[in-house]
Antibody, heavy 124, light 107 residues
Framework: EVQLVESGGGLVQPGGSLRLSCAAS????????MTWVRQAPGKGLEWVAN????????RYVDSVKGRFTISRDNANNSLYLQMNSLRAEDTAVYYC?????????????????WGKGTTVTVSS | DIQMTQSPSSLSASEGDRVTMTCRASERISSYLNWYQQNPGKAPKLLIYAASGLQSGVPSRFSGSGSGTDFTLTISSLQPEDIGTYYCQQSHSIPYTFGPGTKLEIK
């Protein structure tokens, strides 16, 4: 069964750090772009960051650039999100997501497998 | 960044009804448009990719159309399990962006 399981969420004070982990199983992890998407309480979805298969290209939403770092360990089928200088507005459920694509002259990317999410609360 | 808008913001319909919701991009995105369903308390689920591709395992009552800036998600015959919030998302350029969602309820 294809599965993504997040962990590492919790309560942290403003300015603090947290590292999220995502354990992948049931598919060849090293062949997929991987993504973090978050959802603040009662709000919509926000793409946070993604990372190329070999870790050579990482991309971020502007609001987390310089504070968050996405990384992966293909040998252990794991994705990570190191979050530093956390702010109240980073409070959200963080989803680990697999990206795939449909090739028809161009590559049309989409997010086809989602974890259940881990909750991050930034509060004093 | 490409801005995504969705309408209506909420929708109430009866079981068996045909339901349509729309998504608009702030600039042309060809067919780089995906639709997701989020049932209450659950993670999102991919329904439609590349504007009109039906994801494996998704019931055929769901369909997507459109290209450029205007897109539509249609449910041909609404079922009780379809309640939730529907999000469109563009994958044309980084940062990927989602619409604010359409919340669907059953009358």
């Amino acid at each position: 069964e294809v599965q993504l399981v997040e962990s590492g969420g919790g309560l942290v004070q403003p300015g603090g750090s947290l590292r999220l982990s995502c354990a992948a199983s049931g598919f060849t992890f090293s062949t997929y772009w991987m993504t973090w998407v978050r959802q603040a309480p009662g709000k919509g979805l926000e793409w946070v960051a993604n990372l190329k298969q070999d870790g050579s290209e990482e991309r971020y939403v502007d609001s987390v650039k310089g504070r968050f770092t996405i990384s992966r360990d293909n040998a252990n089928n794991s994705l990570y999100l190191q979050m530093n200088s956390l702010r109240a507005e980073d409070t959200a459920v963080y989803y680990c997501v697999r990206e795939w694509y449909w090739n028809a002259r161009y590559d049309y990317y989409y997010m086809d497998v989602w974890g259940k999410g881990t909750t991050v609360t930034v509060s004093s | 960044d490409i801005q995504m808008t969705q309408s209506p913001s909420s929708l109430s319909a009866s079981e068996g009804d045909r339901v349509t919701m729309t998504c608009r991009a702030s600039e042309r995105i060809s067919s780089y448009l995906n639709w997701y369903q989020q049932n209450p308390g659950k993670a999102p689920k991919l329904l439609i990719y590349a504007a009109s591709g039906l994801q494996s395992g998704v019931p055929s009552r769901f369909s997507g159309s459109g290209s450029g800036t205007d897109f539509t998600l249609t449910i041909s015959s609404l079922q009780p399990e379809d309640i939730g919030t529907y999000y469109c998302q563009q994958s044309h350029s980084i940062p990927y962006t989602f619409g604010p969602g359409t919340k669907l309820e059953i009358k």
